[in-house]
């Protein structure tokens, strides 16, 4: 079982260039983001939990069995893994098969679930993430938690995320919260959200 300590020791790099993700997040948004605020949230975790029970829990077992400040690092840091990994340079911009399916049948439509999203986004006051997650029978959930919040907390499975702290988007998009969602739809790879939808009945 992957430790924390370990976990902790090698930050999970991004999965393409800095650059890579241009014109529509910079490679100084992700150089903040990835290298100091979630290096940061890596870096604060590895100092709360040396020499306790934690340092023994896989992240995902930190984020599910802790409060407070351990909580807040751990699914700060959790939550940028997830979210860097679902973006992508060339992103599929639509799904299909199963998570198509469910989306239709949840939403009505591929716009109406992303209008929602973009909404939840805007309505969210102050820091937080807005979330697609699922049911352990494929149901979907909009979900918007403040703060460092995950659906991993309400037994749901996370599919995709959107941050919408500030640090995410000022340097691009400075107040605009709502044009960095709907570029932010631009680099999501569905292909990725399929494959963890997927993984759901595997
Ligand atoms: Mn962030």
Redesign the pocket.
């Known amino acids: 079982m992957t430790t924390i300590a370990t976990a902790l020791l090698s930050i999970v790099e991004l999965p393409y260039a800095y650059d890579a993700l241009e014109p529509y997040i910079s490679a100084e948004t992700l150089h903040f983001?990835h290298d100091l605020?979630?290096a940061g949230y890596v870096a604060k975790l590895e100092e709360l939990t040396q020499g306790t029970h934690y340092a023994t829990m896989s992240l995902e077992e930190v984020v599910r069995n802790s409060d407070g400040a351990i909580f807040n690092n751990a699914a700060?840091a959790w939550?940028?893994v997830f979210?860097f990994e679902q973006l992508a340079p060339h992103a599929k911009h639509t799904p299909e098969g199963k998570l198509r399916h469910a989306i239709d049948e949840n939403f009505g439509s591929i716009e109406e679930l992303k209008r929602r999203m973009t909404t939840a986004s805007l309505s969210l006051f102050g820091s937080g993430w807005v979330w697609l997650a699922s049911d352990a029978d494929g149901k979907l959930y909009i979900v918007s938690k403040p703060n460092a919040g995950t659906p991993l907390t309400d037994g749901l499975t996370p599919l995709l995320c959107i941050?919408v702290?500030e640090?995410?988007y000022y340097i691009d998009y400075r107040n605009q919260r709502k044009t960095a969602v709907e570029e932010f739809w631009k680099v999501l790879d569905w292909g990725k959200v399929e494959r963890r939808y997927e993984a759901l009945f595997m």
Do not use: F, S
């Open positions: 983001h605020h979630y700060q939550n940028h979210y941050d702290w640090h995410a």
